[in-house]
């Protein structure tokens, strides 16, 4: 555990996100050193802890059902507190820790939050340089501003299933989704950019703003050259499978044993490829010295390069391409990534103490920081583990008022 401050140290942030887009931009802003406290409905929690299986394994290796291994990807570096936001002392309550809070992220559907008195016209009259971040299926405004948004629905509705699968004609093709709810991760990623833009604004004026992002605007940002192509161009790239619609050879090879990830981006490298293969008179041929002509002629050369492959197994042809400057590698399952000699390098997966089940890994942040690394300084909690000892710390609450809030249901 790190003891350095990270480049976020010193700001509060209020999470009241629960799933996978808001925990994940809580995470990232925890993990860069802001002081994150999550608000979870009080016996219920985060509904991701239910996402399951694959859940937490116990000391005797039996599941511990409720507790799933997905919400240990996006909650850590938090305190959690337990609060029921209907009870009027626990609206009340939320409203007092956002008067102390630099950030709040909140995932409700439109204008949920504003029936509690929590919503960001009514908070920044508390606190006006309070930055409040809604992330939700489809913005504050629009016909579809009141729908719930999900990943997997944002991805049909985004056009990202409509370039994701194999080919037309080919066995199993249709439309199909990412294997990550990659929708989310990007709304996590946008609202983080959001957030730490804000609070450069507030630097320099001392106003707080309300931040609004949403999956589905995420998620249309990040087709890139899909929407440019179509939108610019007038062509609908379509599934491509393995393939990439503008670059070849670029995907997947079978080899001896297995298959590898050969990427040549331009034509100097596909030069590089053809000499690695045995096969330098390609880059001169004229239906394979260009992007353009290898596009053209993509299935004649996924042959030529196929059979030229044969002969070596993958370890072998990617230290053959990494040495001939050719990009190149394996295709690794989850138990590979943990022998992988980079992944073990950069130290990338986390280990941290569970205050039930013991040790729980994580993927470490990808960010490095010279001088204010990021660091890893809470485990996921536990629900409400930390109620008591947040009300204590931000509101300097006694044992006594701590109790009355019991009483009343608030906590």
């Known amino acids: 555990m790190s003891k350095k401050s990270g480049p976020l140290s010193g700001l509060r942030v209020l999470d009241m996100t629960r799933v996978v887009a808001g ?4 995470q990232i802003l925890g993990d860069l050193g802001a002081e994150v406290v999550k608000v979870e409905r009080k016996g219920e929690g985060d509904d991701c802890r239910r996402v399951g299986p694959p859940w937490l394994k116990q000391d005797d290796g039996t599941d511990r059902v409720g507790d799933s291994t997905y919400f240990q990807a996006v909650n850590r570096n938090k ?5 029921d936001f209907s009870q009027p002392e626990g609206a009340a309550l939320l409203r007092q820790l956002a008067s102390k809070a630099d950030i709040l992220l909140e995932n409700y559907r439109t204008g949920t939050l504003d029936k509690y008195g929590l919503g960001y016209e ?11 971040c809604s992330v939700t299926g489809f913005g504050q405004t629009g016909p579809y501003a009141h729908r719930s948004g999900y990943d997997y629905l944002v991805q049909a509705m985004a056009g990202l299933m ?12 249709g439309p199909m989704r990412v294997g990550v709810p990659i929708a989310d991760i990007t709304a996590g990623l946008f609202a983080t950019i959001g957030v730490l833009s804000a609070v450069n604004h507030r630097h320099s004026t001392g106003q707080g703003q309300q931040v609004d992002v949403s999956l589905f605007e995420a998620q249309l940002s990040a087709m890139l050259n899909t929407f440019s192509g179509w939108f610019n161009g007038n062509v609908a790239l379509g599934r491509t499978g393995n393939d990439h619609p503008s670059a070849a050879p670029y995907g997947v090879f079978e080899v001896d044993d297995g298959h590898i990830l050969i990427a040549t981006f331009n034509d100097r490298e596909f ?7 045995g096969h330098a008179e390609w880059a001169d041929d004229e239906r394979y010295a260009t992007m353009g002509a290898r596009v053209a002629h993509r299935e004649d050369l996924r042959q030529l390069v196929t059979r030229a492959l044969k002969g070596k197994g993958k370890d072998e042809w990617v230290k053959i391409m990494n040495d001939g400057t050719v990009s190149c590698g394996p295709i690794n399952e989850m138990a590979d990534l943990a022998q992988d000699p980079q992944v073990l390098a950069r130290q990338l997966i986390v280990s941290q103490q569970h205050p039930v089940v013991g040790e729980v890994k ?6 490095r920081f010279s001088e204010t690394p990021a660091s890893y300084r809470l485990p996921p909690p536990q629900i409400g583990e930390h109620t008591s000892e947040v009300l204590r710390e931000w509101l300097a609450q006694d044992d006594t008022q701590i109790e009355q809030l019991r009483h009343q249901g608030a906590i």
Do not use: K, W
């Not at 925990?23 to 809580?26: E, I, M, S, T, V």
């Not at 305190?79 to 609060?83: D, E, G, N």
């Not at 030069?271 to 293969?277: D, K, S, T």
């Open 79 to 83: 305190r959690s507190i337990a609060v």
């Open 122 to 132: 009514q908070l920044r009259s508390v606190n006006p340089g309070l930055i409040y």
């Open 271 to 277: 030069g590089r490829l053809a000499e690695v293969l």
């Open 362 to 367: 994580s993927a470490a942040s990808p960010m």
């Open 162 to 173: 409509s370039v994701t699968g194999h080919h037309d004609g080919v066995a199993g093709d």
């Open 23 to 26: 925990p994940y931009a809580g």
